[in-house]
């Protein structure tokens, strides 16, 4: 039985703020070391799923970057593997991807060509090990013709998700797209298993959204049956929930295990030397990945590689990402940093300003990749600093809530060269 | 141009002197430097000066290292055209059988220079600790129009003995050697065992080589000195660099301490020059509540809940709460128990340290009663896979042999005490 997984890696939104401002959703760093796509790349490659095509729509480069051949899930392969379906024109045919279902049906042709005889739909911006044999296994005991895979989702959660209301058999009664109000205790994790057929025939309407314009037809016409998930999941695609996830790695008892020899998640191997700690270094409750030279003091927070904390700093409760440097008496509390940032000397991240602070992303301060703070300045809680700001865009305090904006690495070249001449 | 350069990579080594760390494996595919072993610092050096074609020479113990280099992906050699090939002993043509010495090891091989299109041939050493650009060594050679070219490094005038010393006239032509001289010799240059040969020459010379009865068959006993006595265009490059032949188990440790140092003789982090090898799939290193980690490199994978302190730990290794690790080396996968305390000792892969014992305890330094020479201050090792019970100390300059359990132990083990495990297969 050959099953083809397409992955929707097409995402990007605001809904990460920054840290999606030149990268896909599925390609921002997570847990240290990895890349959000690992998840769901390592349980293919786990569960023998051979062809996998990556539907990619919003900034790829990074994504690209990162899967490269496939290599590092054993899907660099003579037959199958890894390919990417990215947006395309013809000559009588121009189109971005639409929506989910769209991205599929512009597809179908590339995708019928492997002739699987299911496709197995997984978003690509979750964090979960899953088997997806099982999901099979119940699709085929179910005769389904689409099998979603659901897990328990906590009355509050309800509009956060498709909740599913399920019949004895574990047949899918309704489907009520992110209701505002819900009796049903299950709620539809993105994850689905097509009949070939299935899928094909209802992609011939031209729809829009897989959920709404295919999945909640089917349900209507009945076949769809429900495969429930009972381990961790969780969706990371937003600033409270990616950050969540993050720090609850480094709880006493983290909900999920990155570290499981049976299932190992996968990713692109960096090649950096075993973590430095100095002498003067203070480490506790962290991730701190290999490549990372710590001399100041690191508590509660995941660090990626490469990422140097100078004597005297001071991160508290924060993500920090790769060859990030934070200076000397620096302290960064309750921020997400991507790449490349400079915290100058002595300067102040994520700042609490008093009790009648805003409070815009629970109270997180992001930094945009490439970012320089200057020394000695301060970013209040809540604010966002975008992508490549420089020193001199500094001209006061960051205040509460408040957002300064980047700088376009090509424009500064550019207007650098200029002055030059 | 990169196609047509090739290197031998001699990996056949014991590395007696490294006591239990090479008992069961080629002294190249020792562990180092926390997640490295030894021969990725010479396929990282072929790789980096843009030589992708490369033949491993393997006799002594080689499922380890041949695990190890498995396609050869790490370092970009598993390719299409030329890539790395294992060149094992074998049976069956005329010049088959058991490598006698190095020169007999690349004489049994010789057939691979065939039909390969090049003028000079690299012979590399598989157990050294170095970053060289082979461009450079390629460029002087040429240079030099020499027939031969060893790289040579500077050693204290007290180490000599333990070289190959090479006497060289103001144009770099070497005009003297003495392989471990007894006497304080005139220079200080020593072999790093990293030879450029013309070919053709190296073939004539390996031919006759094979055809005397008085020789050994090895570079640095007969092979140097012969060309250096006949004139034959020899010539000596000095390389500049940090280079260190951790040949025992005193310099292996001292390694180590030198990469802890604030100016490690090896920058492991450069983008430019990247040790590469296996990754091993490991999360990043987990700091736990209450830790306490100083002066130490720790690799992905370990999860450190006690006191690490001027330490070198390699990827999974466990160090919960209550237990203390301090200048030492542990390998792979290896736990250390509550309440354990290790002390100066190197631990192989997969050792289990029980509660509350001590390892590497108290001041009394008599040496090894098994290798008093290569054990003898102040370090203790403990082999592969050992499990050490509960409650047990153990002495300094002890050695406690790969797989005992439990059970191998009666009572605590005295300093230069020896507790032998498991005899292996072979």
Redesign the interface.
Known sequence: MADMAVVLAGGGGERLSVLTAERAVSAVPF???YRIVDFVLSNCCHSHVEHVALVTQHVPTSLHDHVGSG?AWDLDRRAGGIEILQPYRTQSHAGWYRGTADALTQNWDAIEERRPDRVLVLPGDHVYRMDYRALAQTHVEHKASVTLAVTRVPSDQSRRFGMVDLDRDGRVKTLHEKPAHSTATHGSMGICLFDFEVLGDALRARPVDLVLDVIVPLVERGGVYAHEFSGYWEDVGTLSTYFAANLDL?S?EPHFA??DPRW???TR?E???????????A?????????C?IAGS?RRS??SP?VVVEPGAEVVDSVILSETRIGAGARVSGAILDKYVQVGEGARVGEPAGEDERCDFSGLTVVGKDATIPDLAVVHRSSIIGPGARAEDFTSEVSPGSQLSGRSWLADVAARTGSRQ | VNGSRYAYVLAGGEGRRLCLLSERRAKPAVPFGGKYRIIDFTLSNCVNSGIYDVGVLTQYRPTSLNRHIGTGRPWDLDRTRGGIQILQPSLGAVRSDWYQGTADAIYRNLIHLRRRRIDQVLVLSGDHLYTMDYNVLYAFHVRNQARATVAVTEVPADMTHHFGILETDEKGRVVGFQEKPRTAPKSRMASMGVYLFDRDSLIQWLEEDAGMSDSSHDFGKDVIPRLVARDEGVFAYPFPHYWQDVGTVDSYYESHRALLTDRPPIDLADPDWVIHTQSADRPPVRFEAGCRVAGSMIANGCTIGGEVVRSVLFPGVTVPRGAVVRDSIVMGDSIIQRGAVVDRAILDKLVEVGEGARVGEGDDSKPNTACPDHLSTGLTIIGKGAHLPDGITIGRNARIGAYVTRSYFTSDVQSGGVVDGPESVH
Request: charged residues 25%.
């Open positions: 847990g240290g070391k290599r480094v006493p990155l570290h190992p998640i996968l191997d090649e950096r030397p075993p973590v430095r700690i100095e002498a003067s270094a480490v506790e409750r962290s991730l701190i990945a290999n490549g030279r690191v995941v660090l490469g």
